[in-house]
C-alpha cells in the first residue's frame, strides 16, 4: 500500500501542532493523491506537481530543498513570491504556473502575511507563454489535455483565464516587481496584481491574449492602438498610462518595492482588504468579468484561425511569438 492509500483522511499536522490541510495550504498534488506521505512532518512547504521541496523550517527534519521554478520567502509581513526560471526569462510553464498557485495560497493562509510582492529571477520579469520549452513538452505529453478544439480551449481557460482571475481576487494586496521584458502572458499576469511597480529599462508588450485586461489597463482606444501597432511601452510611457504606479532605477528596484509592500502592509488588514474588494467589484458591475470571459472567446477564434501560429506546425516549433519583432522596432510615443 503506497503512501497516498494509507493516508486518505489523516490530518495534516505538524510539528507546531497545527493543521494544514486546508485547501490554501496543500498543494493540489497532495490533495489529489489523498494526502501528505508519511514523511510529511515539518512546516516547510512542498511545491508543484514534480514534487519539489521549498522553505523546510521544521525541526529536526532533513533539508531537502532543491531547486524549484517558483520561490517563497517571508521576509517581514511581506511574502516575496519569485518566479525562478530566469533560463528561460520566466516563460511561463503549466509547472511554473501551478506553483506560483500554490505560492499564493500559502502567502494566503498565513496569517503574518499582509502584502505578496511577485518578482521575476534573472533580466527580464517574463517573456509571457512557454510555447515549447524541453520542460513544457515533456509536461505536455506526460500530462495531455483531449485533442482537438475541445483540449485547447480547457487548456487556455484552465491556465490563463481562470487561475488568473483568482489572482486578481486574492484577498490580501499584491504587487508585481517588474524589470526588462513582461510582454503577452507576462502582462497577463502583472495585470492580475493590484499594483505594478517597475524599473526604468521595463518595457510591457499588450496583444490579444487569453486574459484580455487590457482595455481595462489603458483605456479602450489606447489599448486598440497598441495591439494592432504591436507596440512596445517602456517604464515611463507604461506610467503616464496608469499601467504602473512608480518607476525606479533598476539597481534600486527590489529595496523600494519592498519599502513600498511595507508600507501598505502598516495598513489595517481588513482596510485593505475592503479597499481592493470595492475597486475590484466597482470593476465587476461595470462588466469586468464578463468581459474577460467574451476576450476569451475572441483570443481562441484568433488562435485557431492561425492568427499567432501555422495549426500545421507542431506545439514547440515556434520560438517566438509572430510580432515581437515588430514590437521591438516599435515607435517613439504610446
Known amino acids: 500500500m503506497g503512501w497516498a492509500a494509507a493516508w486518505p483522511s489523516t490530518p495534516w499536522l505538524v510539528a507546531d501542532g497545527r493543521d494544514y490541510s486546508a485547501r490554501a495550504c496543500m498543494p493540489l498534488s497532495l490533495r489529489r493523491a489523498g494526502g501528505p506521505p508519511p514523511w510529511y512532518g ?37 511574502a516575496k513570491v519569485t518566479m525562478n526560471r530566469p533560463q528561460y526569462h520566466n516563460a511561463q510553464s503549466r509547472v511554473l504556473l501551478e ?14 502575511v499582509r502584502v505578496v510582492a511577485l518578482f ?28 482537438g ?31 526588462g521584458m513582461c510582454i503577452y502572458g507576462g ?17 510591457f508588450i499588450p496583444f490579444l ?26 517604464a515611463a510611457q507604461a506610467a503616464e498610462l496608469g499601467l504602473v504606479s512608480d518607476v525606479w532605477p533598476r539597481a534600486e528596484l527590489a529595496d523600494r518595492a519592498m519599502a513600498k509592500a511595507e508600507r501598505i502592509a502598516q495598513l489595517n488588514p481588513i482596510v485593505a482588504q475592503m479597499v481592493k474588494r470595492q475597486v475590484n467589484d466597482a470593476q465587476d458591475h461595470m462588466g469586468f468579468r464578463a468581459a474577460i470571459a467574451a476576450g476569451h472567446q475572441h483570443y481562441l477564434v484568433a488562435s485557431l484561425g492561425g492568427a499567432f501560429f501555422d495549426s500545421a506546425r507542431p506545439f514547440g ?17 504610446p
Not at 495585470?191 to 511597480?197: F, G, K, Q
Not at 489597463?217 to 494592432?228: E, V, Y
Request: glycine share 10%; charged share 25%.
Open 42 to 78: 515539518c512546516r516547510g512547504r512542498w511545491y508543484g506537481s514534480r514534487g519539489r521541496w521549498y522553505g523546510c523550517r521544521g525541526r529536526g527534519c532533513k533539508d531537502l530543498a532543491m531547486s524549484a521554478t517558483v520561490l517563497y520567502e517571508r521576509v517581514g509581513p511581506v
Open 99 to 112: 506553483e506560483l498557485d500554490e505560492a499564493f495560497a500559502t502567502a494566503m493562509a498565513d496569517h503574518e
Open 120 to 147: 521575476g529571477n534573472g533580466a527580464h520579469w517574463s517573456s509571457g507563454h512557454d510555447i515549447g520549452t524541453p520542460e513544457e513538452l515533456a509536461d505536455r505529453e506526460a500530462r495531455p489535455y483531449p485533442d
Open 149 to 179: 478544439v475541445v483540449g485547447v480551449h480547457q487548456r487556455s481557460w484552465d491556465w490563463n483565464v481562470e487561475n488568473t482571475l483568482r489572482w486578481r481576487d486574492l484577498p490580501k494586496p499584491t504587487l508585481a516587481v517588474v524589470q
Open 187 to 203: 502582462w497577463m499576469i502583472a495585470s492580475a496584481m493590484d499594483l505594478i511597480v517597475a524599473a526604468d529599462d521595463a518595457q
Open 209 to 234: 491574449f487569453q486574459y484580455q485586461s487590457v482595455p481595462w489597463d489603458l483605456g479602450a482606444r489606447r489599448a486598440k492602438d497598441l495591439m494592432w501597432e504591436q507596440g512596445l511601452l517602456d
Open 317 to 333: 516549433s515556434v520560438r517566438r511569438m509572430p510580432g515581437i519583432d515588430r514590437a521591438r522596432q516599435g515607435r517613439s510615443s
